[in-house]
């Protein structure tokens, strides 16, 4: 069965402190592992990573994929009260067209 | 503006009594999909839809029932909703199945008593 676990559960930081963001899966024949931001309502797509070793990033936002140890990382640098949501990872298998969810990292930035 | 639309938003109903999420997007994405968020449990496909008149199950279908008559629309359906089906479902679409980003609705929370 296909396996998406984040960590930590839940994060408290202040302002301009720096988070990762961990995602551990095991998912065989992936396409594709990506990253989404939910507030209070819907999730908001951030980044698509399909090969290993290649950083992507936006702003503030980077994140990596390791496909040997089978992690993909989250960093969010000089974080800021706006940053605070869950952040949810998940992969995308073609064979069944499905995303499947990690439970998801709660990070709460004080000012 | 590209959006996906959920109606409800919020919608408070019985048991056995019938009723229906709606999902529409404006982008003219191929492939739309239903998940349910609940706690420690994270975000689980329903099912999902590649096309008109193409659906199939994600990995918690039962219970549940879906359309696809029209490329826009991709209504939920709980012929029967049972208090277990209480929870946070989402609407999401994306260009193609090749494309893998999802926009999501904005949630249509359920709660059934």
């Known amino acids: 069965e296909d396996k998406v676990v984040q960590s930590p559960l839940s994060l408290v930081v202040h302002e301009g402190d720096t988070v990762t963001l961990n995602c551990s899966y095991e998912?065989?024949?992936?396409?594709?592992l990506l990253w989404y931001k939910q507030e209070k309502k819907a999730p908001t797509f951030l980044f698509m990573l399909t090969s290993s070793g290649i950083e992507k990033k936006s702003g503030r936002l980077s994140s990596i994929l390791d496909k040997k140890e089978l992690f993909s990382i989250l960093n969010i640098t000089a974080t800021q009260t706006g940053d605070s949501a869950v952040y949810l990872c998940a992969l995308f298998k073609a064979a069944g067209n499905k995303l499947t969810f990690g439970g998801g990292t709660r990070v709460l930035v004080k000012p | 503006e590209a959006q996906v639309t959920q109606n409800p938003r919020y919608l408070i109903t019985v048991t056995g009594k019938k009723l229906t999420v709606t999902c529409s997007q404006n982008m003219n994405h191929e492939y739309m999909s239903w998940y349910r968020q609940d706690p420690g449990l994270g975000l689980r496909q329903i099912y999902y839809?590649?096309?008109?008149?193409?659906?199939d199950k994600g990995d918690v279908p039962e219970g549940y029932k879906v359309s696809r008559k029209e490329k826009r629309n991709f209504p939920l359906i709980l012929e029967s909703p049972s208090p277990n089906q209480t929870s946070l479902y989402f609407c999401?679409?994306?260009?193609?199945?090749?494309?893998?980003?999802?926009?999501f609705g904005q949630g249509t929370r359920l709660t059934v008593v």
């Open positions: 998912v065989t024949n992936f396409r594709s």
């Open positions: 999401a679409s994306s260009l193609d199945r090749s494309r893998t980003e999802a926009f």
């Open positions: 839809s590649m096309n008109v008149e193409v659906t």
